[in-house]
């Protein structure tokens, strides 16, 4: 039994990387490829984790993965580039291997476990799946008319449950991480109302709230493990700031 759950990162990595492509040559069934590929994925990470025998939450954890694949699923549809349809696909296959890997030697190798590794995937995953997310959120306002309240209310529940996402993961999970979850959904959604308004692509304001996603949530997470010295603050604000720069000063204003 230990030799098929074994494989499973390598499955997950592969059915992730393959559906995803797939969407690049049956745009029609884009709702059957997105539901299936979530749906084994998350039987992927199920299995991982012995649905909960082997480690108690596991669909908390499988939220992650899934969220991940379906944000890129949906992000994928406004890219016309061909070269991006398979970069995307194998990016996102590669991290969800990775992800899969770490809660196999999490479960079962705990001895191979690297410290924080499935914590800080989480961080990338959720980083990543806020960008794609917000950019989609943002394509639909600028091509589908799509009310901005109807958006703002979709992204305050994505962004207060990735937040809450983080910190579980993080062994968080007492009323302050519901709290954090409140306060920086409340947060972000407000800054992805403002920075609707910018004359600047969707794929850039994606990105700013993304970088301001990663500078808060990064914040919150140190300060709650008691992490939060002035050096690893001032880190996360110099990066925030410096990414907010570079994005802005080379973005194309319309």
């Given at each position: ?37 979530a ?14 025998k ?95 309240w ?43 109302l ?11 304001g ?45 973005a194309?204003?319309?």
């Open positions: 039994m230990i030799l098929i759950t074994r494989m499973v990162p390598f499955v997950n990595g592969l059915i992730a990387a393959g559906l995803l492509y797939s969407l690049s040559y049956w745009p029609s069934a884009i709702p059957f490829l997105t539901l299936s590929v749906c084994l994925v998350a039987v992927g990470i199920g299995r991982l984790a012995g649905f909960g082997d480690l108690e939450g596991w669909w908390h954890v499988a939220i992650t993965p899934v969220a991940f694949v379906v944000s890129a699923a949906l992000f994928m549809l406004f890219l016309e580039p061909t070269y991006l349809l398979l970069l995307i696909p194998m990016v996102v296959g590669l991290f969800v291997f990775f992800f899969s890997e770490h809660l196999f030697r999490f479960v079962h190798l705990p001895g191979l476990y690297q410290p924080y590794a499935l914590e800080n995937t989480s961080l990338v995953l959720h980083v990543s799946t806020m960008y794609f997310l917000t950019t989609t959120f943002f394509g639909l306002q600028m091509f589908l008319q799509t009310p901005i109807l958006l703002v209310i979709a992204f305050l529940f994505v962004a207060g449950a990735l937040v809450y996402e983080t910190l579980w993961v993080s062994k968080i999970r007492d009323v302050f991480a519901i709290r954090a979850a409140g306060v920086l959904g409340l947060i972000l959604g407000e800054t992805f403002v920075v609707a308004l910018l004359p600047v692509s969707f794929f850039v994606g990105a700013v709230v993304a970088t301001i996603f990663y500078v808060l949530l990064g914040m919150v997470r140190a300060s709650s493990l008691q992490k939060l010295s002035d050096t690893v603050l001032r880190r996360y604000l110099l990066t925030g700031v410096v990414l907010l720069l570079i994005l802005l000063l080379t194309q204003w319309v």
